[in-house]
């Protein structure tokens, strides 16, 4: 049994990886520093599962405990990289923290990797390394940008830090996946996602908004070109995005990796609208949201959706779940957490 570090494993992705990998036979350890997540995830997993996965309350970027870590487990053939701050706001306003944090953590991951003969790596890209993309869809091809945050920094500079470092030694691998916007939740309702505070991105926000927690949705802009004014994401449901992972894991184990460093686009393939994901969410939950159209949201892109047909042909993945069963499990999560009457 093939023993697999999860960084970030009690966060919300992370979460949902660990039970994908667990399902499939992988023995994981999960360390987390609970920065923006609970212990309670990991009783999820262990509620799905059957299984408690060990647990290290850590810091990835203190690299003395990460060495401690990796001399206590002795045998960890691969790590799946989550572990990293992620609100692209507070990125702005502190960017050091940003820096310290995220690339410290996969400075460590791959220096980890080299000094305990270690050999796979997936870690966890986003596509705001694409910026605004000129040419829709995009691939895997389509140029990054220079990013708009420091977080985007962060991903941008955290690929080609394992990209050289991949480069620079001999039977390690690495599979970045860059991510569109992963909604919904296990549908157990035993994890999903958790904000802390007020929620950034569009899904968790309108799902407190229905739970009354919030008393209104804002729609950033509804001016931009696209169908209904406005802006177009690619969504899809977080169990799609952990199978994901155990597929790029596998692709490398089993040596069918074209290049010892390869990246694959991680959505649904296609561009859904703020006010589409709002019908949706009415129609499936039947609750009414109340919503106000107010100005753009600064740094906001207009249009982004995935080409993912490298990771069809090459991973043998595809989003399976509709924006439905997404919408409707991200609801049950936040009625799970909240426990509304009625
Ligand atoms: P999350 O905040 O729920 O999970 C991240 C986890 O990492 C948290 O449990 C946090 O406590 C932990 N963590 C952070 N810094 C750490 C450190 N130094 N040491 C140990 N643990 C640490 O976020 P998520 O949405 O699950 O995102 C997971 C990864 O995917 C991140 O790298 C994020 O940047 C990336 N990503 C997320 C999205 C998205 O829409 N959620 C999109 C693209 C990329
Ligand atoms: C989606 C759409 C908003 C909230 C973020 C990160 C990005 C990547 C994915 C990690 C946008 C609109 C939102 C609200 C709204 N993450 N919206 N009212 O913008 O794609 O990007 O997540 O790598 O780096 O920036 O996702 O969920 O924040 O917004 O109208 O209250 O919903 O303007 O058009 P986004 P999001």
Redesign the pocket.
């Given at each position: 049994m093939s023993k697999i570090l999860v960084t970030g494993g009690a966060g919300y992705i992370g979460s949902h990886t660990v039970v994908e990998l667990i399902d499939v036979g992988f023995e994981v350890v999960i360390v987390d520093n609970f920065s923006n997540s609970t212990p309670d995830s990991i009783k999820g997993i262990e509620k799905i599962t059957g299984v408690l996965p060990k647990l290290y309350e850590a810091d990835c970027s203190d690299v003395l405990r990460m060495r401690q870590l990796f001399i206590d487990e002795k045998d960890i053939e691969g790590i799946i990289h989550f572990a990293a701050l992620?609100a692209?706001g507070e990125s702005v306003e502190k960017p050091l923290d940003y820096y310290r944090n995220n690339l410290l953590s996969t400075i460590n991951m791959m220096q980890m990797l080299r000094e305990f003969n270690g050999r796979y790596m997936v870690f966890s890209s986003?596509?705001?390394v694409y910026g605004q993309p000129d040419v829709l869809p995009v691939t895997e091809q389509t140029p990054r940008k220079p990013a708009m945050s420091p977080?985007?920094n962060t991903?941008r500079v955290g690929e080609d830090i394992i990209q050289d470092t991949v480069n620079a030694s001999e039977g390690i691998y690495a599979i970045a996946l860059r991510?569109f916007?992963p909604i919904g939740a296990h549908p157990s309702a035993e994890i999903g996602e958790l904000p802390l505070g007020k929620p950034?991105?569009?899904?968790p926000?309108i799902t407190q908004t229905a739970a009354g927690i919030r008393e209104k949705?804002?729609?950033?802009?509804d001016d931009y070109n696209t169908p209904d004014g406005t802006?177009i994401?690619d969504y899809f449901h977080v169990v799609d995005l952990a199978r994901a992972h155990v597929l790029a894991l596998k692709r490398m184990m089993e040596g069918k990796s074209r290049n010892s460093y390869e990246v694959f686009n991680v959505g649904a393939g296609r561009g859904i609208t703020?006010l589409e994901i709002v019908k949706a969410f009415e129609k499936v939950t039947g609750v009414k949201l109340n919503y106000e159209i107010v100005g753009r949201?600064a740094g906001?892109i207009e249009k982004v959706w995935a080409d993912t047909s490298l990771a069809q042909s090459e991973l043998g993945w595809k989003a399976q779940n509709t924006l439905e069963e997404a919408l409707l499990t991200a609801w049950n999560w936040e009625k799970r957490i909240r426990i509304i009457k009625g």
């Amino acid at each position: 049994m093939s023993k697999i570090l999860v960084t970030g494993g009690a966060g919300y992705i992370g979460s949902h990886t660990v039970v994908e990998l667990i399902d499939v036979g992988f023995e994981v350890v999960i360390v987390d520093n609970f920065s923006n997540s609970t212990p309670d995830s990991i009783k999820g997993i262990e509620k799905i599962t059957g299984v408690l996965p060990k647990l290290y309350e850590a810091d990835c970027s203190d690299v003395l405990r990460m060495r401690q870590l990796f001399i206590d487990e002795k045998d960890i053939e691969g790590i799946i990289h989550f572990a990293a701050l992620k609100a692209v706001g507070e990125s702005v306003e502190k960017p050091l923290d940003y820096y310290r944090n995220n690339l410290l953590s996969t400075i460590n991951m791959m220096q980890m990797l080299r000094e305990f003969n270690g050999r796979y790596m997936v870690f966890s890209s986003s596509c705001t390394v694409y910026g605004q993309p000129d040419v829709l869809p995009v691939t895997e091809q389509t140029p990054r940008k220079p990013a708009m945050s420091p977080y985007g920094n962060t991903k941008r500079v955290g690929e080609d830090i394992i990209q050289d470092t991949v480069n620079a030694s001999e039977g390690i691998y690495a599979i970045a996946l860059r991510y569109f916007n992963p909604i919904g939740a296990h549908p157990s309702a035993e994890i999903g996602e958790l904000p802390l505070g007020k929620p950034d991105n569009l899904v968790p926000f309108i799902t407190q908004t229905a739970a009354g927690i919030r008393e209104k949705l804002q729609i950033f802009g509804d001016d931009y070109n696209t169908p209904d004014g406005t802006a177009i994401r690619d969504y899809f449901h977080v169990v799609d995005l952990a199978r994901a992972h155990v597929l790029a894991l596998k692709r490398m184990m089993e040596g069918k990796s074209r290049n010892s460093y390869e990246v694959f686009n991680v959505g649904a393939g296609r561009g859904i609208t703020v006010l589409e994901i709002v019908k949706a969410f009415e129609k499936v939950t039947g609750v009414k949201l109340n919503y106000e159209i107010v100005g753009r949201r600064a740094g906001d892109i207009e249009k982004v959706w995935a080409d993912t047909s490298l990771a069809q042909s090459e991973l043998g993945w595809k989003a399976q779940n509709t924006l439905e069963e997404a919408l409707l499990t991200a609801w049950n999560w936040e009625k799970r957490i909240r426990i509304i009457k009625g």
